[in-house]
C-alpha cells in the first residue's frame, strides 16, 4: 500500500487515502503520523483492508497456538456430531469473534 492522498494534515499527524499496489483498491485511514519511523516501518507492514496483502505481498494470517488448534478441532468435532457441547459451542465463539474462519 502507498499513500495516494494526504486528506487532512495538523502537524505530524495526518488522514490519507491509502492505495493497495496489489489489487487496486483504496481506503481510508485516520492514524498516520508523518516520521521517519511510521514512514520505513510502520506503513509498508499494514495490510489492505481488501486482500489482506502487505507492501512486500504478504498476505495477513492469523497463527494458532498448537493447544487453541486441538481446541477448535475438538470444538469442530462437537458440533458437527449435532452434540450439544457448551464448551465447544464457546470455543468457536471466541474464535469466530477473533477472525478465524473455517472451511
Known amino acids: 500500500m502507498h499513500i495516494a492522498k ?10 490519507f487515502t491509502a492505495y493497495c499496489r496489489h489489487c487496486g483498491k483504496t481506503s481510508e485511514h485516520g492514524d498516520g503520523y508523518a516520521d521517519a519511523f511510521y514512514q520505513q516501518q510502520v506503513f509498508p507492514a499494514r495490510h489492505c483492508e481488501h486482500c489482506g496483502k502487505n507492501e512486500a505481498g504478504v498476505a495477513l494470517v492469523k497463527v494458532l497456538s498448537d493447544a487453541t488448534r486441538d481446541a477448535l478441532t475438538y470444538a469442530r468435532s462437537a458440533v458437527n456430531k449435532d452434540a450439544l457441547d457448551w464448551t465447544a459451542v464457546g470455543a468457536l465463539n471466541v474464535a469466530c469473534r477473533h477472525g478465524f474462519i473455517f472451511a
Do not use: G, K, L
Request: glycine content about 0%.
Open 6 to 15: 494526504v486528506t487532512y494534515r495538523n502537524r505530524n499527524d495526518f488522514h
